[in-house]
């Protein structure tokens, strides 16, 4: 009788886990979307904020629970703060964890997949600013704590 209840999460387990790697693969975030010719780079900022005088559009804080909030939309052109307001380290970044590659922006000093990356984990009070120029949904990831996720989307 074990074995049977042991084969069944085995079997219901590897469903699961099918089942969200199909979901994932086959999740359209990126929405069609021709760059102009010339395009400015998002130029991510890590900072902290006692010494900070650098002007952003809209905050997402990271606490014990995760982001606050998970979802956002803005306009092309916004610049985003990701604040840590927890108690531990957190690293905001692109999705997908671990490469970081679905936001098309990429420098040759960009140290993962995109320059939406804090390149480091980030001590409570610090924060992490970039700036979005390209339309569509980004997923967003904790590095550190990769179960973490947000979204922003871009519009006009």
């Known amino acids: 009788m074990k074995k049977i209840w042991i084969s069944v999460i085995v079997v219901a387990v590897l469903l699961i886990a ?8 086959n999740t359209p975030y990126i929405t069609a979307y021709t760059p102009p010719p010339h395009e400015p780079a998002g130029h ?27 979802a956002i939309t803005i306009k092309q052109g916004q610049r985003v703060r ?10 905001p970044a692109s999705g997908v964890h671990p490469t970081h ?3 098309p922006e990429k420098e040759s000093t960009d140290c993962l997949g995109s320059s939406f990356d804090a390149c480091q984990d980030l001590k409570p009070g610090e924060y992490f600013d970039f700036t979005f120029y390209y339309l569509g ?16 989307t871009v519009q006009q």
């Open 82 to 91: 990701f604040l840590n307001n927890s108690h531990e380290t957190f690293w």
């Open 18 to 25: 099918g089942s969200l790697y199909y979901f994932f693969q």
């Open 101 to 103: 590659s679905l936001y």
């Open 137 to 152: 949904t980004w997923p967003f990831h904790d590095h550190l704590h990769p179960v973490n996720t947000g979204s922003i």
């Open 44 to 70: 991510g900022v890590v900072g902290n904020v006692k010494l900070d005088k650098d002007s952003f559009d809209v905050t997402i804080t990271y606490t014990d629970s995760g982001f606050d909030p998970a």
